[in-house]
T-cell receptor
């Protein structure tokens, strides 16, 4: 089954404690992306990757890092989380522009 | 820059009612247009798309027509069901030599009551 998986699905953490949200896709897609979803703001892109070892900033990259060492994986790293990073995070991958497959989401709370 | 404006929600309708969710856009370049749907507790799923002017996207009884002259892509369904209750996002992409970033509207929550 074609899918994008994310882990964990829910996470509560404290300010400053480094965390990683994993993302994996089984469709051999080159393009992957991270979004955050906030009420009234829709989804905003954090980072994207066009292929292995090729990553770039989206609209709201501050406070986040990513890596793309393998085609299937695209982890999102928060080195020092802050409360304003409390949000719902989605990973996505695509074969064709705009036709993205989304993971189930990770709800992060930073206290 | 690119932006998408969709009607404010929430929208509540009775089963079998006619649905319209308005969406307009601004874009630098020639966009492709999409509707995504998010069911409770799930990620977004592509509902339909249109890639050029006058194209009509359709899926699961939903339709939307790419209107370049009015920069619109309104979502319609003739007879909604309870199972259509979800959040609907209008989105666009302008292929930019690699970043296939979707620009989303803020979403419209639809609730269908039996």
């Amino acid at each position: 089954e074609a899918q994008v998986t994310q882990n964990p699905r829910y996470l509560i953490t404290v300010t400053g404690k480094k965390l990683t949200v994993t993302c994996s896709q089984n469709m051999n897609h080159e393009y992957m992306s991270w979004y955050r979803q906030d009420p009234g703001l829709g989804l905003r892109q954090i980072y994207y990757s066009m292929n292995v070892e090729v990553t770039d900033k989206g609209d709201v990259p501050e406070g986040y890092k990513v890596s793309r060492k393998e085609k299937r994986n695209f982890p999102l790293i928060l080195e020092s989380p802050s409360p304003n990073q409390t949000s719902l995070y989605f990973c996505a991958s695509s074969l064709r522009a705009g036709e993205q497959y989304f993971g189930p989401g990770t709800r992060l709370t930073v206290t | 820059g690119n932006s998408v404006t969709q009607m404010e929600g929430p929208v509540t309708l009775s089963e079998e009612a006619f649905l319209t969710i308005n969406c307009t856009y601004t874009a630098t370049g020639y966009p492709s247009l999409f509707w995504y749907v998010q069911y409770p507790g799930e990620g977004l799923q592509l509902l339909l798309k249109a890639t050029k002017a006058d194209d009509k996207g359709s899926n699961k009884g939903f339709e939307a027509t790419y209107r370049k002259e009015t920069t619109s892509f309104h979502l319609e369904k003739g007879s909604v069901q309870v199972s259509d209750s979800a959040v609907y996002f209008c989105a666009l992409v302008v292929s930019n030599f690699g970043n296939e970033k979707l620009t989303f509207g803020t979403g419209t929550r639809l609730t269908i009551i039996p």
